[in-house]
């Protein structure tokens, strides 16, 4: 990885975590519900064309359509992106190709999709729960994981090892939960398992949400008590919010140990996102 690209997301210090965000206070109401406002609108043209029109689609129109949504999406809700690295398969993400990324929003799987629209997702099972997400979800063929369920952390292994053998990009973040973005959590290795035994490239994304005043924005953070609400109109009162993506040197996950290979996943991504002290 260039110095570029470790600038880009590095940046100024941020904010410490229980600072409360001085730009949210001064932030202009009005544009964050205008914002809001435009989100939900393209929310709900998302689910109509998900019901009217998917379905007589090929792969490719899909596909060209969940990145025209993601990015028009980050757009509506004031978010810049930018995306520095180099992918397995060169520009484009190589065919049956495992993502890891780290996991820090919501905003997380629209991010991705902006530039790998052919991923599917490993989400929790509650996501079948929100509302319009649910639909949006299940259109880009999303795979639910029941996390209170032990075992099935193996039938989703099975069903990930599937789509990489079948030459589909599927994408986790195997931290399990949100972090304040700063740094990486442990990973939890199961579901490398599906690279491993299909000997499938896996490829480490870093995701960075910095703005005009911090190099880690406390207004897309999405941890401890906060709700989706609130986080919703956070990141609407956001001023300069941008999203970067750095595409790290991918992994093969042929013969390696899952552990292993989870910390040295772990340590790709920490390294480019943790900042100076």
């Not at 109401?29 to 929310?43: F, N, P, Q, S, T």
Request: proline share 4%.
């Amino acid at each position: 990885m260039n110095d570029d690209a470790t600038t880009t997301l590095a940046g100024r210090r941020g904010l410490e975590a229980d600072d409360e965000p001085p730009r949210i206070r001064r932030g202009h109401r009005l544009r964050a519900v205008v914002r809001i406002v435009h989100a939900v609108v393209h929310a709900l043209h998302g689910i109509a064309i998900v019901l009217l029109r998917f379905k007589t689609m090929d792969a490719a129109r899909r596909h060209a359509l969940i990145q025209w949504w993601a990015r028009k999406m980050l757009r509506v809700m004031g978010i810049e992106l930018r995306v520095d690295g180099t992918a397995a398969g060169g520009e484009q993400i190589a065919p049956g190709t495992l993502l890891v990324a780290n996991h820090i929003s919501w905003l997380d799987i629209m991010v991705v999709h902006a530039v790998c629209p052919q991923a599917r997702f490993v989400s929790k099972a509650d996501v079948r729960h929100w509302p319009l997400v649910s639909r949006l979800a299940d259109a880009a063929n999303t795979l639910y994981l029941e996390r209170e369920r032990k075992r099935d952390a193996l039938r989703v292994v099975h069903l990930v090892a599937a789509a990489l053998k079948n030459d589909e990009i599927v994408a986790v973040f195997p931290e399990g939960t949100t972090s304040d973005g700063r740094d990486v959590l442990p990973f939890h290795a199961n579901l490398l398992q599906a690279a491993i035994s299909t000997g499938a490239p896996v490829q480490p994304i870093a995701l960075r949400f910095s703005d005009t005043a911090a190099a880690v924005s406390p207004a897309v953070e999405y941890i401890g008590t906060t709700t989706l609400v609130q986080s919703v109109w956070r990141v609407a009162s956001g001023d300069g919010v941008c999203a970067n993506v750095v595409l790290l040197a991918p992994r093969s996950g042929a013969q390696a140990e899952r552990r292993e290979l989870a910390q040295a996943l772990r340590a790709d991504i920490a390294a480019l996102l943790r900042l100076p002290r």
